[in-house]
């Protein structure tokens, strides 16, 4: 391989280290291991998972965040590897889409870990609860109107 691509490895403890990565080195079931150890967590706290959707939105988002860097970069070793001409232009993006969505994982990710957030998630899952409930919003219109 002419280069290898720098990014930054989500372990399955959900912690980073940096490392070289290449697509023959990535490990494509980690985004699954991460889905199931959190859906493992769910379960362990006796919570459904439809009562968790706050959670889930981060934790959807987050998988699919490790599952387009595993296929960008899957390509774009592809094509270091076969010195395609465009290979410099997609090692480029692939370091600032990994970049970023790295960043997007762990900040996700540590919503799950957050406990303003997941005091906010039970004040949210409340509001809709009583909206649900009322057909509507609660509050008066300030206008009265």
């Known amino acids: 391989m002419r280069k290898q691509l720098v990014l930054l ?3 399955e403890n959900g912690e980073g280290a940096p490392c070289n990565f290449n697509a ?3 490990n494509r079931s980690s985004g699954k291991k991460l889905v199931y150890e959190w ?3 769910f379960r362990d706290r006796q919570k459904t998972v439809d009562d968790e959707q ?7 988002n987050a998988a699919i965040d490790i599952y387009a ?3 960008i970069l899957s390509r774009a070793t592809f094509s270091l590897n076969k010195n395609v001409p465009s290979a410099d232009y997609e090692e480029k993006l692939v370091n600032v889409y990994c970049d970023e969505a790295y960043e997007r994982v762990f900040q996700h990710l540590g919503v799950l870990k957050s406990r303003s957030k997941l005091k906010n998630f ?3 899952r409340a509001v809709s609860l009583d909206v649900a409930n ?3 919003p609660l509050q008066l219109n ?3 109107v």
């Open 142 to 144: 300030p206008l009265g």
């Open 9 to 11: 490895q989500i372990e």
């Open 69 to 71: 860097m595993a296929s």
């Open 134 to 136: 009322t057909g509507g």
């Open 54 to 60: 706050f959670l889930l939105n981060r934790l959807a």
């Open 122 to 124: 039970e004040f949210m």
């Open 39 to 41: 859906f493992k967590r």
């Open 24 to 26: 023959s080195v990535w």
